[in-house]
Structure formats: structure tokens, C-alpha cells
């Protein structure tokens, strides 16, 4: 899950899948348009967990 500042609101961001972030595609506190994306993901298989490191 990441989390949005828009505004001075925080917006939760979900997945709709299973998957591991490989990349950041956008610098901290850099302005972005609707539908730009942010994080490259990769899949994961659905009977391993995602790990934490």
C-alpha cells in the first residue's frame, strides 16, 4: 500500500494485485497528472507471499 498527499489530504493507494515494487518511477514531492504512473511492480506468484525486504 502507498499513500498519496494531495492537497493536504492523505489518499491510501491499493493494489489490485499481488506484486513487488522494482522501481519508483517519480521523485518525492515531484507534481504528477491522473492516470501517470508511479511505481514499476512486478507479478508474484500467488501461493508465495511478498516479503518485506
Known amino acids: 500500500m502507498a499513500i498519496i498527499e494531495a492537497m493536504k489530504l492523505m489518499i491510501p493507494v491499493e493494489a489490485d494485485a499481488s506484486g513487488r515494487v ?6 518525492d514531492g515531484t507534481p ?6 508511479l511505481l514499476a511492480v512486478a507479478a508474484v506468484a500467488a501461493d508465495r507471499p511478498v516479503s518485506g525486504r
Open 22 to 27: 522494482v522501481e519508483v518511477l517519480v521523485a
Open 32 to 37: 504528477v497528472e491522473h492516470g501517470q504512473p
